[in-house]
């Protein structure tokens, strides 16, 4: 198979014995259909809905999986019809030394504190299909990787990799499954058979096959399923499912280039669809350099181009970092989820690694890598985690999901609800506790002051017309799904007369079973949304500016009818929008005497060589230096590297650098760039360069490590290249610890810049800079010329 870089990710490491399914108490509670025609009293509300009605927020510390679990990797969540949320993973240890866990499962009460309650997979359901036995194959045990969770027509629907199939009887035919269960902790039923089967490569050799990795489903607006699934060996395709979710029907569009994306999770945000999708090697140990880059599109199916315009399925492949490492102890960061709390903050749900910590004891060379949680803002159109700051280790404010306005009933109808009309208990076999409306009726709570109010409910009805509303002042704002017309409507009125409305048609049987709608005010303006499972793919936005808004004084759910069923009403303050990113310092005084334009026929004074190399020469303004058929990375280092010292304190280095690689050919890995090197086995290096049919920016990283080879190396990838591209480094000390900091920028026009990661080197080192040249693996000559060399302070 081949690799997307120099440092390839592994399909090895996640095999085992499988602890048997515990599906914890809470599912026997949700088990049957029990109906009481009482209508609840009004109880004395719980702790947490006594609490402010701008809803409560818990507190977390990353990771977030560490109660139950070393090593949680691939996250994908839910929030369950029971009112909890639900982490699936991917299939490894949970802790170290102990047994492999097949898609273990997590619930969550509040986002911040996480319980284990069970593996979807035992010995009894795994998929017929999946080869688990020892003849036929060279490695034929299979496993079920990369969870992704949905609910989708009353049904809950998993889908993951399975890594060897019975379908060719060869090695490596990796494939889609899709399983069905009525609650979110199972019992989980396999669909029979692929729902992407397996795929030849190009060669059509035995055991070629393409990576059919990690699935991503998503409902489209027109009630559609599409799934998103690929990896580096292939790239990311999508392509149509069946109504019932358990085959591909059409055919399938890449998205996505191979050799850079693995990892898919759309997201509809604002009138784009937003790929957020993995790139670099998740496995590196120490040197992990996985992150999330990100394109849009208007339609699910692409084309997606990143924030520079560049399509993330070119060559010169594009992709906007959303999630990269910030020097902190979390590298690797990526494989994400993405989440909304009551609020409607958003938040991504990672994997990543502690540079301190990154191998699982007790396994032969697994990664350990833990369920991670941040702030996912949205700026100038674009995702950004917490701000461009990049992952926490510190305490952060957690998600909203609890407060006075929230409730699921569980025990009854809350004291701090107004009721109108009849309402009855019930329970469901997926819902548990729920209340439903024996006539025309309302349940309303006092709104949190201020002029931002969210309202959400799961809500289900066969034929009356229901909703939230908001009442602003004098008028009445309802987000109405009306199953007869199915189509929502966004609607004010005052004194029983509209005086402005929209509509937005709704998929049919929409209203018929358990979806989310939710209800936003912000000022002068009305969202509302509709959606399966609140999991970023509406099927109906609905949009209206309030004529004379008024302040939101109740809000809450209406039935216009017997029949209409609500669970997991909140009433709560809407989130704060975060408007701008966080400053970078960026040094950028020019040291001219630590810089070198090219002029004249030789470098300036300053510069050293390591192994130098004859063919790279000084003319027509230029550093003209051929690819060197050699390479920094590995125990054998044997490429020439160009330095002079920066001196202390904080600076910035960068370069202006044309690589004659064009676009499409194989020229592995013919590179051209900065270096911050304090030894052959101790650098870190941005470079443009040639990846398989690829062209990106990658900065990777080698550092002293005590395996077979005594080094570990990888990389992070950053901005888009071009045939001319602009690098940059910054560096900082860290004041607490004392290592040097480097980050990573592109550019391909030398003043919009991109911002990647940051690599660490060691407290005390004396780090030199400079150019490299190197890398290239075949006989095509190639070519790097250098503008200049500039240091700024």
Wanted: aromatic share 8%.
């Amino acid at each position: 198979m081949r690799t997307p870089t120099t440092a390839s990710p592994t399909l090895s490491g996640r095999r085992g014995r499988v602890q048997p399914l515990l599906v914890g108490a809470v599912a026997a509670t949700m088990l049957g259909l029990v109906t009481s025609g009482l209508t609840p009293t009004a109880t004395a509300a719980p702790a947490s809905e006594a609490r402010a009605a701008a809803g409560v927020r818990s507190a977390y510390t990353n990771p977030v999986s560490s109660s139950f679990a070393d090593t949680f990797a691939d996250p994908s969540v839910i929030r369950g019809l029971d009112g909890s949320w639900y982490a699936y993973g991917t299939s490894d240890p949970l802790t170290a030394d102990g047994p492999a866990h097949r898609i273990p499962i997590a619930r969550s009460s509040d986002l911040s504190h996480w319980e284990y309650v069970g593996d979807a997979f035992s010995d009894a359901n795994l998929p017929s299909w999946l080869d688990d036995t020892v003849s036929g194959k060279d490695d034929p045990v299979g496993s079920v990787w990369a969870p992704d969770i949905r609910y989708v027509d009353g049904q809950y629907r998993m889908y993951y990799v399975v890594t060897e199939t019975t379908v060719t009887g060869e090695n490596g035919d990796n494939a889609v499954g899709m399983a069905t269960a009525p609650t979110p902790v199972g019992p989980w039923t396999d669909s029979g058979a692929p729902v992407v089967g397996p795929r030849r490569g190009s060669s059509k050799a035995p055991g070629d096959f393409l990576w059919t990795f990690d699935p991503s489903v998503v409902t489209g607006g027109d009630g559609r399923q599409w799934m998103f699934y690929g990896s580096y060996y292939g790239g990311i395709s999508v392509t149509r499912l069946s109504a019932d979710g358990r085959r591909a029907v059409g055919g399938a569009t890449r998205v996505a280039v191979d050799n850079k994306f693995e990892g898919a999770y759309p997201v509809h945000h604002g009138s784009y669809w937003y790929l957020f999708a993995s790139t670099a090697n998740c496995c590196a140990g120490p040197t992990t350099g996985y992150s999330v880059q990100v394109g849009r599109s208007h339609s699910v199916k692409g084309p997606y181009l990143d924030a520079q315009g560049v399509p993330l399925d070119a060559s010169r492949a594009g992709g906007t970092p959303t999630l990269v490492q910030n020097g902190n102890r979390w590298i690797g960061t990526g494989h994400n989820a993405v989440l909304t709390d009551l609020a409607g903050r958003d938040f991504i749900v990672y994997h990543g690694i502690d540079r301190a910590q990154p191998f699982l004891s007790g396994t032969d060379g697994i990664n350990q890598r833990p369920m991670l949680m941040d702030r996912l803002d949205w700026v100038d159109g674009w995702p950004a985690v917490r701000a461009g700051r990049g992952p926490s280790e510190r305490p952060q404010r957690g998600a909203t999901t609890a407060g006075r306005g929230v409730t699921d009933f569980a025990h009854g109808v809350p004291a701090a609800f107004r009721r109108t009309g009849r309402w009855a208990a019930e329970r469901d076999t997926q819902s548990g506790r729920l209340v439903t409306a024996r006539r025309t009726g309302t349940l309303t709570t006092r709104a949190p002051a201020g002029s931002r109010v969210r309202v959400e409910a799961d809500l289900r009805s066969t034929g009356k017309r229901y909703g939230l509303q908001v009442t602003l002042g004098t008028s009445t704002l309802r987000a109405r799904v009306e199953p007869g017309r199915d189509r929502l409507t966004l609607e004010q009125s005052r004194g029983g007369r509209v005086v402005a409305t929209t509509h937005q048609p709704l998929p049919a049987g929409t209203a018929s079973t358990w979806h989310a709608v939710a209800l936003e005010v912000r000022g002068g303006r009305a969202t509302a949304t509709v959606s399966p499972a609140r999991l970023g793919d509406p099927v109906a936005v609905a949009a209206l500016t309030l004529r004379s808004p008024g302040t939101p004084r109740r809000a809450g759910a209406f039935a216009s009818g017997a029949g209409v069923d609500v669970d997991n009403l909140s009433v709560v303050r809407a989130a704060a929008r975060v408007t701008e990113l966080a400053p970078d310092r960026v040094p950028s005084t020019l040291d001219r005497s630590a810089s070198d334009e090219f002029t004249g026929s030789t470098l300036r004074p300053g510069w050293s060589w390591v192994r130098e190399d004859e063919a790279a020469t000084v003319a027509g303004d230029r550093l003209t230096w051929p690819t060197e058929l050699a390479d920094l990375n590995g125990p054998g280092s044997d490429a020439g590297v160009l330095l002079r010292s920066p001196g202390s304190g904080p600076w910035t280095v960068q370069t202006k650098v044309s690589l004659d690689v064009g676009v499409d050919q194989v020229l592995n890995y013919a590179q051209a760039g900065l270096v911050a090197y304090i030894g052959d086995d101790q650098f870190a290096r941005l470079s443009s360069v040639a990846i398989w049919n690829t062209r990106q920016t990658e900065f990777g990283h080698e550092m002293p490590w005590p395996d077979e080879d005594g080094v570990q190396n990888g990389g992070t990838i950053v901005g888009p290249p071009a045939a001319t591209t602009w690098l940059r480094l910054t560096h900082r000390v860290d004041r607490a610890t004392g290592e040097h900091e480097l980050r990573a920028w592109t550019s391909r026009d030398g003043h919009d810049w991109v911002k990647g990661g940051v690599w660490t080197l060691p407290a005390g080192s004396d780090v030199r800079v400079g150019l490299v040249s190197q890398g290239r693996t075949t006989d095509v000559a190639t070519t790097a010329r250098f503008d200049y060399f500039r240091l700024y302070r």
